[in-house]
T-cell receptor
Framework: GDSVTQMEGPVTLSEEAFLTINCTYT??????LFWYVQYPGEGLQLLLKATKADDKGSNKGFEATYRKETTSFHLEKGSVQVSDSAVYFCALSTSGTYKYIFGTGTRLKVLA | DTGVSQNPRHKITKRGQNVTFRCDPISEHNRLYWYRQTLGQGPEFLTYFQNEAQLEKSRLLSDRFSAERPKGSFSTLEIQRTEQGDSAMYLC?????????????FGPGTRLLVL
């Protein structure tokens, strides 16, 4: 079945460091790909998305490119801030019910 | 647009009791999803409604679980004869009518603890 694999955390970085969180997927169809973020004590919020191969999603300095050849959707940010500390979830959605399949999440901690 | 709301936010119950959660989606969103999230894991799909029709149920949704969406507006998720393994965060999400991959908007969740 369809699945999403994320790099395990926690990831601890210093402020202004470069961030990469790896995400790969397995899907039988042509999924859309998403990154959601969950800040402490808050609900899931959409960070960015891409709906077809080679699309780049971006928001708040975060970027991810839909790579069909490597079945990947890695999240990157050039300079992280303390306020980026959160849990990041990669997810896919396929046609039909469009339900999400999530990865296990990667906790990011940014130190001042 | 007030977002997706869920009630209650927290529920503590004893094993064997029944519990019911409510989700109010964003108005005019015809798609509604329930997910379950356990500690340290990503959300797992439970069930999906399009308007009032329940179109898909995960095999995670045992016979003790039932969900409804009367009139295609709010939805309820009931768990009968709760077990300790049911302890989790139950998330509701909604998305607008469209022909494709619309973003799902999540509520704050209902945290269930079964003692």
């Amino acid at each position: 079945g369809d699945s999403v694999t994320q790099m395990e955390g926690p990831v601890t970085l210093s402020e202004e460091a470069f961030l990469t969180i790896n995400c790969t997927y397995t899907a039988t169809g042509y999924p859309s790909l998403f990154w959601y973020v969950q800040y402490p004590g808050e609900g899931l919020q959409l960070l960015l998305k891409a709906t077809k191969a080679d699309d780049k999603g971006s928001n708040k300095g975060f970027e991810a490119t839909y790579r069909k050849e490597t079945t990947s959707f890695h999240l990157e940010k050039g300079s992280v801030q303390v306020s980026d500390s959160a849990v990041y979830f990669c997810a896919l959605s396929t046609s039909g019910t469009y339900k999400y399949i999530f990865g296990t999440g990667t906790r990011l901690k940014v130190l001042a | 647009d007030t977002g997706v709301s869920q009630n209650p936010r927290h529920k503590i119950t004893k094993r064997g009791q029944n519990v019911t959660f409510r989700c109010d989606p964003i108005s005019e969103h015809n798609r509604l999803y329930w997910y379950r999230q356990t500690l340290g894991q990503g959300p797992e799909f439970l069930t999906y409604f399009q308007n009032e029709a329940q179109l898909e149920k995960s095999r995670l949704l045992s016979d003790r679980f039932s969900a409804e969406r009367p009139k295609g507006s709010f939805s309820t998720l009931e768990i009968q004869r709760t077990e300790q393994g049911d302890s989790a965060m139950y998330l509701c999400a909604s998305s607008p009518p469209a022909g494709g991959f619309e973003t799902q908007y999540f509520g704050p969740g209902t945290r269930l603890l079964v003692l």
